[in-house]
Nanobody, 121 residues
Framework: VQLQASGGGLVQSGGSLTLSCTAS????????VGWFRQAPGKEREFVAA????????RYSDSVEGRFAVSRDNGKNTGYLQMNSLAPEDTAVYYC???????????????WGQGTLVTVSS
């Protein structure tokens, strides 16, 4: 499975962005989709994930209530809607595909290249 993340950019604090993760080369609907981020000088951290059938989602405490993860299996695309963005959300955001929705990046076998989100204060 090849993943392509897109939608990053520069946004002011309090603003919103929607990231997309488009899959090819496999059966997208077979996999959970996870979103991770990595800020400069920090380790990659879990953000959110959604199960293969969009019934189950999971969020980190830092984004719960502000971010929403979704997917459209017909379009082979996952989404991360980010609202009320703050400067501490600045990071490279990655999407990944794996068997289950868990916070550990080790479980996800396929990764997109990352898209940069910069939130200005």
């Amino acid at each position: 499975v090849q993943l392509q993340a897109s939608g990053g950019g520069l946004v002011q604090s309090g603003g919103s962005l929607t990231l997309s993760c488009t899959a090819s080369g496999g059966t997208f609907s077979d996999y959970a989709v996870g979103w991770f981020r990595q800020a400069p000088g920090k380790e990659r951290e879990f953000v959110a994930a959604i199960s293969w059938n969009p019934g189950m989602t999971r969020y980190s405490d830092s984004v719960e209530g502000r971010f929403a993860v979704s997917r459209d299996n017909g379009k082979n695309t996952g989404y991360l809607q980010m609202n009320s963005l703050a400067p501490e959300d600045t990071a490279v955001y990655y999407c990944a595909a794996g068997p289950v929705i868990v916070p550990s990046p080790d479980v996800y076998a396929w990764w997109g290249q990352g898209t940069l989100v910069t939130v200005s204060s």
